[in-house]
């Protein structure tokens, strides 16, 4: 027997007659599916549909049909026969309507995400065009209007791989409402005049307009928002795979702006450098609006006065004070934390929370004498969030980092130390001008550009937040990183 549906997006046809072969009790073996006009043995059956009550024993659900409708889209010559094979099947085993392991019920649902990919490219990848009035005339079939006045017609091309562009014509007619436009394809082709859609004949290439002044325009846009360092070819060419490439206009710019990549990052990179060289210059400028006064410079004192009322960043203005370094005047060894906390910016003095008395402990363990040492931070004002009434510790950032360099530069040439220890990377990277990999490079020895030896470790909070499970093991091999001053302190 044989089965026709009028064309290939034709799924109410399909239904209509796949329920009235099923009524007839007509075995998928015995059916031949075909697409056009002709002959239908059934195309008089009732209209009902195959999920309706005239047939309980063929219910199914709301997503079990969409993805039927979805499959019936594809390109598949026999998809109509593997449909009509399911509901045969679910007719008389309902549950397989659910079983997504079965071989026909799995195969459809890959036609179905097959055809939802293309849809998806479609709606990503079509470009309209204007057309002139006069022209768009040739592209109106009949059921659609031609633009009114000199309104142009806007036509896209497209070559879609299955039969999906009357499923997406509502999507572009509510997108582009107000607007006449077509979509062009081989095999079927869509006109909105403003108020309905009408499906049409295929097209060829050549019907669709040429490339205009503004495609010209958002050709510059793309080439000016192309970042070079974000390409990833497989991952772009995944999402927008080559054969749509010569429909896209553009694509022609792809290989080039490719080709050029390696080359634009380095020089992204250097600008980039530069201006951060240039941002740290106007911090310190400006960190040196308080100027560090002749009589000052050499005198802690002094410097200490005037970092209370440095506001070269934000964070002093919702600190509680500035927290100064403290310690012999000429110790031997300077330790440089990351900056105040809680504790510290409350009653004004470095490494006096819980982290201070993780460091007093370690300090007594190898020997040392707090008053030995010079103790400070490299940012001078506590920064934090409000969680509640809690104030939560966050990390400062370069320019909060910058902005307190010259304070910090002020301590060192005042106690010149032999020796300084950096404890954690915001320490390490103000007393080393530079990034510093301070879990690869703990425990060493670095040399800052004045010579002054810099030993790099972690700080005691990094061990308080810990979550290794090795808490006593983390902290004897940070207490073995200290002990690689010692002969300075001594």
């Known amino acids: 027997m044989r089965a026709v549906v009028a064309d290939d997006s034709d799924f109410d046809g399909f239904r209509r007659r796949a329920r009235a072969l099923l009524l007839a009790g007509v075995a998928p073996a015995d059916v031949v599916w075909q697409v056009g006009a002709g002959a239908d043995l059934f195309c008089d059956a009732a209209q009902e549909d195959i999920a309706g009550t005239a047939d309980p024993g063929l219910r199914v659900s709301r997503e079990f049909l969409r993805v039927l409708a979805l499959a019936a889209l594809h390109s598949e010559p026999g998809r109509h026969a593997l449909l009509y094979r399911l509901l045969w099947r679910v007719r008389a085993e309902p549950a397989l309507a659910r079983d997504t392991l079965d071989a026909d019920h799995g195969r459809v649902r890959l036609l179905a995400r097959a055809v939802q990919r293309d849809m998806h490219k479609m709606k990503a990848f079509v470009r309209f065009r204007p057309m002139p009035a006069q022209a768009a005339a040739e592209v109106a079939w009949r059921g659609a209007h031609p633009p009114s006045g000199d309104a142009p017609l806007h036509v896209a091309w497209f070559e879609p791989e299955h039969h999906i562009v009357e499923a997406v014509g ?108 240039a941002h740290a210059l106007a911090l310190r400028r400006r960190a ?4 560090i006064s002749p009589a000052a410079a050499h005198d802690l004192d002094g410097l200490a006065a005037q970092v209370a009322q440095c506001r070269a960043c934000p964070l002093g203005e919702h600190a509680t004070q500035a927290v100064f370094g403290c310690g012999r005047r000429d110790a031997h060894v300077m330790v440089v934390g990351e900056q105040p906390g809680d504790q510290e910016d409350l009653r004004g003095l470095p490494f006096v929370g819980p982290a201070g008395q993780l460091l007093d402990r370690a300090f007594g363990e190898l020997g040392w004498n707090r008053e030995q040492l010079y103790l400070t931070n490299a940012v001078k004002h506590f920064k934090f969030e409000l969680r509640g009434k809690r104030r939560m510790h966050k990390t400062p950032g370069q320019r909060e980092a910058l902005a307190c360099a010259p304070w910090l530069e002020g301590e060192i040439r005042t106690v010149k130390p032999r020796a300084i220890i950096a404890l954690g990377a915001t320490a390490a990277r103000s007393l080393l001008a530079g990034p510093v990999a301070v879990t690869a490079q703990r425990g060493q020895w670095l040399r800052r550009s004045d010579t002054v030896p810099v030993l790099v470790t972690l700080h005691p909070a990094a061990l308080l937040r810990s979550q290794s499970g090795d808490d006593e093991g983390e902290y004897r091999r940070w207490v073995a990183d200290l002990a690689r001053a010692a002969a300075y302190v001594g």
């Open 288 to 291: 040196k609006l308080v100027p």
């Open 170 to 277: 509502p999507f572009f007619a509510r997108r582009f409402a107000g607007m006449p436009w077509a979509v062009l394809t081989p095999r079927r082709s869509l006109r909105w005049d403003g108020a309905s859609l009408a499906p049409g004949p295929g097209a060829a290439r050549a019907s669709a307009p040429a490339a205009d002044a503004d495609e010209s325009l958002w050709l510059t846009y793309y080439r000016s928002v192309f970042n070079p360092a974000r390409l990833k070819l497989r991952t772009m060419e995944n999402e927008m795979p080559r054969r749509y490439w010569r429909n896209l206009p553009e694509a022609a710019l792809i290989a080039p702006l490719a080709n050029q990549a390696a080359a634009r990052t380095g020089q992204m990179l250097a600008a980039q450098a530069t201006g951060e060289a």
